[in-house]
């Protein structure tokens, strides 16, 4: 009975919706679906997604980035997914692609397995935005837009002040960093863990920016085997605005002397000018066996202020040792290695310009 | 004169079998009367005759025949009662045949839960094992339902410990990341066109 449980399945036929709003700046030109299919597991549909969809930018306006929803079941933990393109530069009446692959869930006690894409955000040239934001999307695409033109402005100084040579180096020191930095499998754990070995505290270390309008002064996680949870920072605002949302990237270190990125933690948050707060989250950290936590820094990777401005870390900021190690490049310095190495300097240098 | 003894006592004395105080009034009346005596010595020689015809064989009996025919028989009678007497039972786990049925049940019950056991159930397992073994430290419950993990592969979403599957396409992420608010998120980048996909999946 065991081995006949294990090895029921079926395929089952997918519904599917593409839903765009009728004043929607971008419209839909064709649809594919690829191999994508559903199966039952458990008391659950499992939808394997592999959509690509053609989008034409509709508007007046260039779009840098865009967000949709893809949906399985709206209260379902696992029932919601998103496709994001950062980086995009897309002039009215021109067409591009969104393509995503995904793994969702469906309860089968919903009804037959389905899936509704949907327009959560567009992110224009002039940082305005259009969409319902229900997954928060005008923040994230926002931070990817600016990380991007810090980037690209770093990339055209350097060219200025080192010529082809000195973006080449940096090119391919990037390819090298990305080849390099460390991945490790990294489970979040909702509600308490299951783990039996006794929880002891560890202080987090900050990396602080000098220009940073936030300052991390004090923090912990409880920590059990290769379990960290419910971290607690307090932050201390050294900027004269309020502040109304941070991410704080979450840095781990195991008895192996290996660090990686582990998490980010945000927080909406009620944080005063020159006023201190508290982040706290109740979620813990499952690490792949047999890593064992010694030690954390954490270090502030975005804000975002109560009128709508943001701040991101600047390029020097990021250069420091443990960030450039442990840290992913942003969405456009990905974008631009990779036209580096399939297309070559020229290409790189010829993209900068169009900016 | 007194009374004769019955035919029956008289029997009874002659083989020796006669109580002790009938015996001893039995000898007083004999020493007396002549009849009962002769009576008593004729059962005397009844018996000594019957004693020398069963001690010879009787004529044309072949002994050693005989003696096999009666050994045949206890033989063939010891047979017949095995075949009715009940059944003893042996004990339960003696012998190689029970030891396989038991080693091939456990087998069967592994790979069970092998193959249908979250690897997390078995750790959890283990973890609550070893406290038991110590006889200390805590055990708290995890809350049940779909959850994500960031591997190097993509996105995987997990239920109970188990994977669900993961987000993957074509190509490997160049970039994952966690967000303990409850999302996942994979960075694929477009091989020709370097165009950059990030794809998330909520759990909360």
């Given at each position: 009975m065991l081995l006949a449980g294990a090895l029921t399945s079926g395929a089952q036929t997918l519904n599917r919706k593409i839903d765009l709003p009728k004043d929607s700046p971008v419209t839909l030109v064709s649809d594919a679906w690829g191999d994508s299919g559903a199966t039952i597991r458990g008391g659950a549909y499992v939808l394997d997604l592999h959509v690509a969809l053609t989008l034409r930018n509709s508007g007046q306006r260039r779009i840098r980035g865009i967000t949709l929803t893809v949906l399985?079941?709206?209260?379902?933990?696992?029932g919601k997914g998103s496709i994001s393109v950062p980086s995009l530069d897309i002039p009215p009446g021109e067409t591009f692609p969104v393509r995503g692959d995904l793994h969702l869930l469906r309860p089968v006690?919903?009804?037959a397995p389905q899936v509704e894409v949907a327009l959560d955000g567009v992110l224009f040239d002039d940082l305005s935005f259009y969409g319902p934001d229900k997954l928060h999307s005008q923040r994230s695409m926002t931070v990817w837009e600016l990380e991007a033109r810090r980037d690209r402005r770093y990339f055209k100084t350097l060219i200025e002040q080192a010529g082809r040579e000195g973006l080449q180096n940096e090119m391919l020191a990037s390819l090298a960093r990305q080849a390099d930095r460390p991945q490790y499998g990294v489970q979040l754990v909702r509600g308490r863990s299951t783990n039996a070995d006794p929880e002891h505290d560890v202080q987090f270390a900050f990396l602080h920016f000098?220009?940073?309008?936030?300052?991390?002064?004090d923090g912990l996680a409880r920590i059990a085997g290769n379990e960290a949870r419910a971290p607690r920072v307090e932050v201390r605002n050294r900027s004269d605005r309020a502040i109304r949302y941070l991410e704080i990237g979450w840095i781990v270190r195991d008895q192996q002397g290996r660090e990686f990125l582990a998490a980010s933690v945000p927080a909406d948050l009620s944080l005063p000018a020159h006023g201190s707060s508290q982040v706290l989250q109740d979620a813990a950290l499952r690490f792949q066996q047999p890593t064992s936590i010694q030690a954390m820094t954490g270090f502030v990777s975005s804000v975002e202020y109560a009128d709508g401005s943001y701040w991101i870390p600047s390029r020097s900021a990021l250069s420091d040792p443990t960030l450039r190690r442990v840290a992913a490049p942003s969405p456009e310095e990905q974008r631009l290695v990779q036209i580096y190495r399939k297309k070559g300097l020229d290409a790189v240098i010829e993209e900068l310009k169009k900016f | 004169m007194t009374r004769h003894i019955s035919e029956s006592e008289l029997a009874l004395y002659s083989t020796g079998d006669l109580s002790l105080g009938n015996r001893a009034m039995a000898r007083l009346h004999l020493s007396q009367c002549e009849r009962c005596r002769a009576r008593v010595e004729a059962y005397l020689s009844d018996r000594k005759q019957l004693r020398d015809v069963a001690a010879g064989m009787p004529e044309g009996v072949n002994w050693n025949r005989l003696a096999a025919e009666m050994t045949a028989n206890i033989r063939v009678g010891l047979a017949a009662g095995e075949c009715v007497a009940p059944r003893t039972r042996k004990a339960?786990?003696?012998?190689?045949r029970p030891a396989a049925a038991v080693a091939g049940l456990a087998v069967l019950l592994v790979t069970g839960w092998w193959l249908n056991m979250p690897r997390g159930e078995t750790q959890a397992l283990g973890r609550v094992a070893r406290v038991l073994m110590r006889g200390h430290g805590g055990i708290a419950f995890e809350e049940q339902g779909p959850t994500v993990e960031a591997t190097a592969s993509g996105i995987e979403l997990r239920e109970n410990g188990g994977s669900m599957g993961v987000s993957e396409g074509s190509a490997q992420p160049v970039a994952v990341s966690l967000s303990v608010q409850g999302s996942a998120r994979a960075h694929y980048v477009?091989?020709?066109?370097g165009q950059v996909t990030i794809t998330s999946v909520y759990v909360q």
């Open positions: 399985t079941q709206e209260m379902t933990p696992g006690g919903a009804g000098p220009e940073g309008p936030v300052d991390p002064v | 339960a786990f003696q012998g190689w477009d091989a020709d066109t």
